[in-house]
């Protein structure tokens, strides 16, 4: 799969408007989050909603996962990933199942003011505000991980 179409997903997920997506509360230890269902414009990429167990499965190995990925790419998230609410969109193209995780800040306003439960996006500031990732559900594997670029710079 794509990196650039599931990272195109990941903003998508995070600019979703009211009303163009359904959101279900998911969470579990160290993680609150929605899981979108939303249309694709892509024909030859799929949605499909993601159960409470494949969330759980992917959200246990994120730790791991981001204590090697800043330490291989040498940077510094300064909050801890549990204090990021999320937003997980799955994605099939081709008959490969991916979920994309986009992730909020807890202090950010839209997060505070409960609109992010509603599938509504804010990536004003950017920064280690906003994080995104992809995992490959057959895998059982992270493939991308990124923390999207200071709008502030």
């Known amino acids: 799969m794509r990196n650039v179409i599931m990272l195109a997903l990941l903003i998508a997920c995070a600019y979703c408007a009211p ?3 359904a959101a279900t509360r998911v969470s579990g230890p160290g993680f609150d989050g929605v899981i979108l269902d939303m249309p694709s414009t892509r024909k030859d990429v799929k949605i499909w909603v993601p159960g409470y167990d494949q969330i759980n499965e992917m959200e246990r190995a994120l730790p791991d996962y981001v204590k090697r990925y800043i330490k291989v790419h040498k940077i510094v998230l300064r909050k801890p990933i549990s204090k990021y609410k999320r937003h997980y969109l799955g994605v099939s193209e081709n008959g490969k199942r991916m979920i994309g995780v986009s992730y909020y800040y807890e202090n950010l306003d839209f997060v505070t003011s409960k609109k992010w439960l509603n599938g509504v996006g804010d990536s004003s500031s950017g920064g ?25 710079q």
């Open 128 to 152: 280690d505000d906003y994080l995104g990732a992809v995992y490959d559900v057959d895998q059982k594997a992270y493939v991308l991980f990124e923390i999207y670029p200071d709008k502030k």
């Open 19 to 21: 009303g163009h997506a």
